[in-house]
């Protein structure tokens, strides 16, 4: 009985090991890397929302000079440098909102490559935790199967004993019947055998 006890503070060690293990895998990266992928998001963050006024910058100050243009004689000359001015500040805003783009795919690629690995790291645990609660289940059906099991032997044999005893009883019952008929008959025999010997006696 002194062994259980100890078995299952052992048990319990082992799984508060397992879990804080699992945990310390999978409760995320460090304080220093969330820091820094937060500050690069921030920044990426600022060069798409850049490149976008810049793209729209380049759109309203087009319409201005392309406007203007119908003022001025030559006409077409002065739309088409208004239009290359406007796709060069309009590529060089889409560059920069790319690159806030890029940096931004860049940081949350390392961020699942990052969750990806710390998952890895802690499936062994997980799947040492999942092989005990099984472990422990498949000793709780057995050990409740096993109970059930006695309990229905006892039963049965409470009930083969209870039928025994009946069945004895049953039996002292006849016997006690057939000795009291026996000595009924004996009694009538020999109450007969006197009364045909009182009647020989007789003139």
């Not at 798409?48 to 729209?56: F, P």
């Not at 092989?131 to 000793?139: G, L």
């Not at 109970?147 to 009930?159: N, Q």
């Amino acid at each position: 009985m002194e062994n259980r006890p100890l078995s299952m503070v052992a048990r319990l060690i082992l799984l508060l090991a397992l879990s804080f293990s699992a945990q310390a895998a999978e409760d995320g990266p460090s304080a220093e890397l969330q820091a820094d992928w937060a500050s690069r998001l921030e920044r990426a963050a600022e060069l798409q929302a850049e490149g976008k006024a810049r793209q729209a910058e380049a759109e309203r100050l087009h319409a201005e000079k392309d406007a203007a243009c119908f003022k001025k004689f030559l006409v077409n000359s002065c739309r088409a440098e208004a239009r290359s001015e406007f796709i060069a500040a309009s590529r060089a805003g889409k560059n920069i909102e790319n690159e806030g783009k890029a940096l931004e795919r860049l940081v949350k690629k390392e961020q699942r490559a990052d969750s990806d690995r710390r998952h890895s790291e802690a499936a062994p645990q997980r799947e040492a935790e999942l092989k005990q609660r099984e472990a422990e289940t498949t000793a709780e059906r057995q050990a409740i199967a096993a109970e059930e099991a006695a309990t229905r032997a006892d039963k049965a044999k409470k009930a083969e004993e209870g039928a025994r005893r009946k069945a004895a009883e049953a039996e002292r019952q006849r016997q006690k019947q057939e000795e009291h008929a026996a000595k009924v008959a004996a009694q009538k025999e020999k109450a007969a055998r006197k009364a045909a010997e009182t009647s020989e006696r007789m003139p």
